[in-house]
């Protein structure tokens, strides 16, 4: 199943929910790149995707779209409240289809994130936000690499 964020409650969307019906309840056109898109996304379960890798699978499903369609797609799919967009730094830009609050390992040498529950972390001592702004969420992004023993094994 899949949580996503409308306004303060969140939606259950269940894997197999039709994409159509998916875009229609968050108010978005069924475009066919759209429906392509949202059944790559919502198909397999909870996962990560940049808009190169989602890009890379439209291209061998054979549906229609382009890079620019994928990127606009994602930003209108986010702003939708069905993905997440993960802040990590550097040029990829990252979206998650698990809404649910948790955090992310980034393994950098294999351009790859993993989840990380938020039983596991603390945060403690936020500052407050300036005048005029809100704290909406905390992410926590723990950069890794493969050790050098597991490097040289592999």
């Known amino acids: 199943m899949f949580a996503a964020m409308t306004g303060s409650a969140p939606t259950i969307?269940?894997?197999?929910?039709?994409?159509?019906?998916?875009?229609a309840e968050m108010g978005l056109r069924a475009t066919k790149p759209r429906l392509a898109l949202a059944e790559l996304l919502f198909a397999k379960g909870f996962r990560h995707v940049s808009a190169e890798s989602?890009?890379?699978e439209l291209v061998r499903s054979g549906a229609p779209g382009s890079i620019s369609s994928?990127?606009?797609?994602?930003?209108?799919?986010?702003?939708a409240g069905l993905l997440k967009r993960v802040p990590v730094y550097g040029?990829?830009?990252?979206?998650?289809?698990?809404?649910?609050?948790?955090?992310?390992?980034?393994a950098e040498d294999e351009d790859r994130l993993i989840d990380v529950s938020t039983d596991s972390i603390t945060v403690a001592d936020i500052p407050s936000p300036p005048d005029g702004y809100e704290l909406v969420g905390v992410d926590v992004l723990l950069r890794i690499r493969r050790a050098e023993e597991a490097q040289h094994a592999a």
């Open 70 to 79: 994928v990127y606009r797609n994602l930003r209108d799919l986010s702003g």
């Open 54 to 56: 989602l890009y890379e």
């Open 13 to 23: 969307v269940p894997a197999r929910y039709p994409a159509r019906d998916l875009l």
């Open 91 to 106: 040029s990829t830009a990252w979206f998650d289809t698990q809404m649910g609050p948790h955090h992310h390992f980034f």
